[in-house]
């Protein structure tokens, strides 16, 4: 089907199925906790799931939409037209499927694909530990082989939405002999004995990241995903799509609208008699960071096409991640900036909804520079991997 008959595909199906009461409330869907499924949001997620546009481009095979890259562009495009949204994303849509796809057998496929195109089971990330972090090839977390299972041993840190995942991609240990080579890739049933998770409450007042320990948490010799201590190459794919998904490139947390700054400045700062925003040096600012996020989203969607045509995401993410860190982190600061004292409030009917919201991004937004790998380390992948700069520590 070419791209203008899908287009009147699309649009008909939209039209019909798209509760109109959840119209332009995409923005409001909390990415840290779980969204009551209820009512019209409910259906409309029973809907997208079952039309496997939820993930469009994932085969429909496994449960998602098998469109082309046209095609799924021109369903977000209508979908954007009609004010809808895709109810259907997380760690599992964003990181763990595209992963699983690439390197799982069919039967780990079947099991889990499925249900994470339907939005059926939320997934969290084992990666980094209270002693691993930038390094993350240090991680300790260890599975012994006990011949029909792993025994995993150990703890993670900063792991997001723990608290309501039902299950956990994880990187863990299985040659304390060997660093990268001893690292195997594991999925975890946070329902298990021995796993334990305690939120961390951040200065924003969230509860997003956790603490998981797993005490003797025996794993069935079937999650593993990939060869025995190969799990360092499945990771690294699994984190370049991360940055995809942070940089925005597949509708990933932590993307502000340039037009709510715009609004802000003229709600505090007013307007002068020709119309213009009455502080000048303010208004230049805004119109270098409303250009600054129109040339970012439309480089987020040439990077998004050049991934589908190369089967997945470059080492390009780590540009994009960096660049999406800045811009978010200035629309915030500016916001607080327009809003002066009323965006530090915190409680209380002396600020308005929209400036307690204001003070809790611009808190929330310090830690994009580190969640998915720190600025320092993107550019240590963008001169290592994409200039080709030496690396300088090898003589040191």
């Known amino acids: 089907m070419d791209a203008e008959a899908f287009r009147q595909d699309a649009r008909a199906w939209l039209e019909a199925n798209f509760p109109p009461s959840l119209n332009g409330q995409g923005g409001l869907m909390n990415a840290e906790a779980p969204t009551p ?5 409910k259906l409309w997620k029973q809907r997208m799931g079952a039309k496997g546009w939820g993930v469009p481009t994932w085969p429909a095979a496994y449960g998602g939409g098998g469109l082309n890259p046209s095609q799924a562009r021109v369903l977000r495009e209508e979908m954007g037209r009609l004010g809808a949204w895709n109810p259907i994303g997380g760690m599992g849509v964003m990181m763990f499927g595209p992963t699983l796809l690439e ?48 025994l995993v041993s150990g703890s993670k840190i900063w792991t997001s939405g723990a608290q309501y995942a039902d299950w956990c991609f994880c990187l863990v240990r299985t040659d304390p002999t060997r660093k990268h080579e001893g690292i195997s890739f594991l999925l975890i049933d ?15 007042g969230s509860s997003p990241f956790c603490e998981t320990f797993f005490t003797d948490v025996q794993v069935p010799k079937e999650n593993l995903v990939g060869p025995l201590n190969g799990g ?3 990771g690294k794919r699994l984190l370049q799509h991360e940055r995809n998904g942070l940089s925005g490139g597949t509708g990933g947390p932590g993307r502000t609208d340039p037009a709510a700054l715009r609004t802000a400045a003229i709600d505090y700062f007013g307007q002068n008699q020709n119309g ?3 502080d000048p040096d303010f208004r230049a600012r805004l119109i270098q960071q409303e250009m600054d996020a129109k040339a ?13 045509n190369q089967n997945g995401p470059s080492a390009a993410t780590s540009i994009m991640k960096n660049a999406n860190s800045r811009i978010n982190t ?10 002066g004292l009323n965006g530090l409030g915190w409680v209380g009917e002396a ?4 400036e307690r919201a204001a003070g809790r991004a611009y808190l929330r937004i310090k830690s994009s520079t580190i969640a998915g790998g720190s600025s320092e380390i993107q550019n240590n992948i963008i001169s290592k991997r994409i200039l080709g700069l030496p690396d300088t520590t090898q003589n040191k």
């Open 37 to 41: 499924e209820e009512g019209d949001y």
């Open 103 to 150: 390197y799982g057998n069919e039967e780990q496929k079947q099991r889990h694909i499925p249900p994470i195109a339907r939005g059926e089971l939320r997934w969290c990330q084992g990666y980094s530990e209270p002693g691993s972090g930038s390094d993350l090839a240090s991680l300790q977390t260890k599975a012994v082989d006990m011949g029909d299972h792993f």
């Open 190 to 204: 946070m329902r298990s004995p021995g796993v334990e998770t305690r939120p961390i409450l951040l200065i924003s």
């Open 232 to 234: 360092w190459t499945v």
């Open 276 to 278: 213009e925003l009455a």
């Open 296 to 308: 970012y989203a439309l480089t987020t969607q040439r990077v998004a096409e050049d991934a589908r």
């Open 330 to 339: 200035d629309h915030c600061e500016m916001t607080i900036e327009a809003m």
């Open 351 to 354: 600020f308005s909804p929209q």
